[in-house]
């Protein structure tokens, strides 16, 4: 997956989340196994049942959408929301909960590509029949169209793997001066062939990322775009009012036969913006009108948890999977302070980790995190961590390496979070005052947030950062996070600490070439051991995302590729009669 905005939180009790949740508190060591927690809620189910088809789903929401514009979607949950409703890619991921969930299969195209040229060279045909929201067809050259578009430095934002993989695109800077890139070609209106500049094995998974998803050139209106994409999927904007509330409704040339996914129950889809996080939980606690036919968007309050897990009725209604995805303090390595090494390692011990877990909801819905790569990656065990020492810290061992240093005395710096994570900026600002930093805390809105630390010049010396693989693999992690060569000066989602390493980045490329899959993944976990060593991040946490549904919703799950966001691909109501205002 990738990078995701932080969601609205408070500070929860760890005595309440252990009472309620039955959970184990995470100690650190490679002997913590996520997959063996408790949480005492329902995980790998579907809550409601079989949706029936009708009325209006709605989404409650503490936030607008970073980007619509699939050329720019790279914000989770924005991308499940998007390529499950709105446009349709190459290929996509099953609707299942589980490890069924992670599974690939053909969306626009007849099969999952085939390769040649050694893996260089992939091919992929539509199938016959598919049309946009107005009845014209979908063409081979309105997929070439949105990946060129994701060069464009206009449109940032967007997942980058067509620049990292496409043969030939060095210095490409979009179609909107008229020029393509020959790499990618289509033959005819339903093939598409792209040219690698080396192997790809996974590029079947590349495909299921909104930069695979279709724009006619007709259609294009630069950043505009983003308030009305066109659409190829069940659904199509009726109205977009930014920060307020935008309404879906059924794409009626959208064919099912053609679509093997989405199931487009509802007849409309409903997301309300700019609520509070409490009030949106105490609407669909409470479940009466509209809100019984509601789903949240952010993530259950922490402190609403005594409102839930006590009442069985409630409880069956909240979904709490694991995201996969790692929380990191991203340190900016490009400038004083924290362009001393030795300094960043004192980072390390210096930051209270259970601190974090206390107010990002308690140990029920996060684990300590010992590296940067999650579970998932690492055979569904965390891994040793290469700093040592108690999750609370080590103050001693912080203040020998900050004098080592020549800042025995502390130092001064700031942060950047999003306005949900303010309690834990100042969990933080409480443990690294006990070695002497004195922080100062910004906050953002959610919806900004990316760019306002993407933005290189301005960058805050930290930030608290997450980053999920878009499918399973550490090539879609570690070399988004580390790799200097990814660091943009606008729209810079995934190298946040602007880490710059030669070493590094000559031994991702070689990782990269490795044709053995089993081979790479123990170097990747192996060089992730050798990234921790610089400390460019302070690895923080892996988290479970708490969704809460209505109680006339059915076909609820958090699925394992959207980081536990509700597959918008299958949800709907038990009574869409009920959903009537």
């Known amino acids: 997956m990738s990078r995701r905005t932080r969601m609205l939180s408070a500070s929860l009790s760890t005595s309440l989340a252990l009472a309620l949740l039955g959970a184990c508190t995470a100690q650190g060591g490679d002997d913590r196994d996520p997959d063996k927690r408790q949480p005492g809620v329902a995980t790998g189910t579907v809550i409601g049942g079989t949706p029936k088809r009708g009325g209006t789903l709605t989404v409650l929401s503490n936030q607008d959408f970073a980007h619509l514009d699939p050329a720019r979607n790279w914000v989770m949950p924005t991308m499940d929301f998007g390529t499950r409703l709105i446009y349709r890619t190459l290929t996509t991921f099953r609707a299942a909960p589980g490890k069924k969930g992670s599974e690939i299969v053909p969306d626009l195209a007849t099969d999952l590509g085939r390769s040649s040229d050694g893996g260089r060279t992939w091919t992929f045909t539509l199938k016959p029949g ?32 067509a620049q990292r993989y496409l043969a030939d695109a060095e210095g490409y800077a979009g179609p909107l001066d008229g020029k393509h890139l020959d790499s990618i070609r289509t033959p005819d209106d339903r093939t598409i062939v792209f040219a690698l500049r080396r192997p790809v094995a996974e590029f079947s998974y590349t495909v299921t990322l909104p930069t695979f998803s279709p724009v006619p050139e007709s259609r294009e209106k630069g950043v505009q775009y983003d308030l009305r ?27 099912a036969a053609t679509d093997p996914v989405r199931k487009a129950y509802p007849d409309r889809i409903v997301v309300i913006q ?33 409102k839930v897990l006590p009442k069985p009725e409630i409880r069956q209604r909240l979904s709490a999977e694991r995201t996969g995805c790692t929380d ?34 308690g140990p029920a819905l996060n684990d300590v995190a010992t590296a940067y790569l999650p579970p ?52 933080l600002q409480q443990s690294l005052a006990r070695v002497g930093i004195r922080l100062r805390i910004a906050t953002v809105d959610p919806s900004v947030y990316y760019d306002t630390i993407g933005d290189t010049a301005n960058a805050p010396d930290m930030a608290i950062s997450g980053w999920c693989p878009d499918y399973p693999s550490a090539a879609t992690f570690l070399p988004f996070v580390f790799d200097g060569r990814t660091i943009k000066p606008k729209g810079n989602q995934g190298n946040v600490s602007q880490f710059r390493d030669k070493a590094v980045e000559r031994r991702m490329d070689e990782i990269a070439a490795m044709s053995d899959a089993s081979a790479a993944n123990k170097a990747w976990t192996a060089l992730d051991r050798e990234i921790q060593r610089t400390s460019p991040a302070v ?43």
């Open 328 to 361: 990191m303090l991203a340190l900016n390595t490009s400038r004083a302070p924290f362009d001393d090494p030795k300094l960043r390692q004192a980072m390390q011990y210096a930051v209270d980790k259970e601190a974090q877990v206390t107010a990002n909801g």
């Open 274 to 306: 700019g609520l509070k996080g409490g009030q949106i939980d105490d609407r669909i606690i409470e479940s009466a009108g509209v809100d019984a036919s509601a789903v949240e968007w952010s993530d259950l309050q922490p402190s609403s948890v005594a």
């Open 229 to 255: 994409p066109f659409s190829s999927g069940p659904y199509r904007i009726e109205s977009y009012a930014r920060g307020k509330k935008l309404v879906l409704v059924r794409n009626t040339h959208w064919d």
């Open 376 to 427: 998932s990656l690492t055979g569904g065990r965390a891994a040793a961590p290469v700093h040592g020492g108690p999750a609370t810290g080590d103050v001693k061992k912080a203040e020998k390496l900050l004098a080592e240093a020549g800042r025995a005395d502390g130092f001064d710096t700031t942060i950047t979070v999003s306005t949900g994570d303010k309690t834990r900026a100042e969990a």
């Open 539 to 581: 690895p923080l946490l892996w988290e479970r995302k708490p969704l809460l549904v209505g109680d006339n919703i059915a076909g609820a799950f958090g699925h394992p590729s959207w980081t536990g966001q509700f597959d918008f691909a299958v949800i709907g109501l038990k009574d869409p009669s009920r959903s009537k205002g």
């Open 130 to 161: 598919l049309v946009y929201e107005d009845g014209t067809p979908i063409r081979a050259r309105d997929i070439k169209y949105n990946v060129e578009r994701s060069f464009a430095p206009d449109l940032a934002g967007g997942p980058d793997y």
